[in-house]
């Protein structure tokens, strides 16, 4: 059981370039999350679906797009990669999500991209 | 104003002593709380959920206090393996995809 796992885990991109952050969870959870972790700042949530089939923005959407492939995987889209973008990005599940108090996330690893 | 702040610290002290944090938020419509560890370049990890009446868990002790905005966290008997970042997290019960995370306090705990 390897809970919540992410590729890359490290990616350097000059500005304008693409790329796609992959995350997958094994423990059956509805819910995904993408969040990125600046320093001094707490985590901010990008993007989540809530279950498979449906994603809607969080806090800070902005130049990211997402994808939940299936209830497993659930990608994050950097299609112009800017300097601003440069930071610690973290992927999440929970079991659920709605109406349900006290939900716990697990989070993956984390991915260190640098944009150049 | 940040929707949940903490004393970024550090907080370093001893071996065996015991230490608190506390953290505000200012969404009054919070229903959900909880303290995640996080150690230098890994994931977060929850510690503790905290409940409304207080719980503790081992030398770990969570308590709310809604009238104030405020939870806090201390810690007894601390090991050297205690030093980490500190999360505080708050969640709206009516839209539980918006968890607002702290900052985070670290923590040093010294021989």
């Known amino acids: 059981n390897a809970g919540v796992t992410q590729n890359p885990k490290f990616q350097v991109l000059k500005t304008g370039q693409s790329m796609t952050l992959q995350c997958a969870q094994d423990?059956?959870?509805?819910?995904m999350y993408w969040y990125r972790q600046d320093p001094g700042m707490g985590l901010r949530l990008i993007y989540y679906?809530?279950?498979?089939?449906?994603?809607d923005k969080g806090e800070v959407p902005n130049g990211y797009n997402v994808s939940r492939l299936n209830k497993r995987e659930f990608s994050l889209r950097l299609e112009s990669a800017a300097p601003s973008q440069t930071s610690v990005y973290f992927c999440?599940?929970?079991?659920?999500?709605?109406?349900?108090?006290?939900?716990?996330?697990?989070f993956g690893p984390g991915t260190r991209l640098l944009v150049l | 104003r940040k929707e949940v702040e903490q004393d970024p610290g550090p907080f370093n002290v001893p071996e065996g002593a015991t230490v608190a944090f506390n953290c505000t938020y200012s969404n009054s419509a919070s229903q959900s709380f909880f303290w995640y560890r996080q150690d230098c370049r890994k994931e977060p990890k929850l510690l503790m959920s905290?409940?409304?009446s207080g719980n503790e868990d081992g030398r770990f002790t969570a308590q709310l206090n809604r009238a104030s905005q405020y939870i806090s966290l201390l810690i007894r008997d601390s090991k050297l393996s205690d030093s980490a970042t500190y999360l505080c997290?708050?969640?709206?019960?009516?839209?539980?995809?918006?968890?607002?995370f702290g900052a985070g306090t670290r923590l040093t705990v010294k021989p």
């Open positions: 423990m059956n959870h509805n819910s």
């Open positions: 679906s809530a279950s498979e089939g449906t994603t």
């Open positions: 905290v409940y409304s």
């Open positions: 997290v708050v969640n709206d019960a009516f839209n539980n995809n918006d968890m607002r």
């Open positions: 999440a599940s929970s079991l659920t999500s709605g109406w349900r108090v006290q939900e716990t996330q697990y």
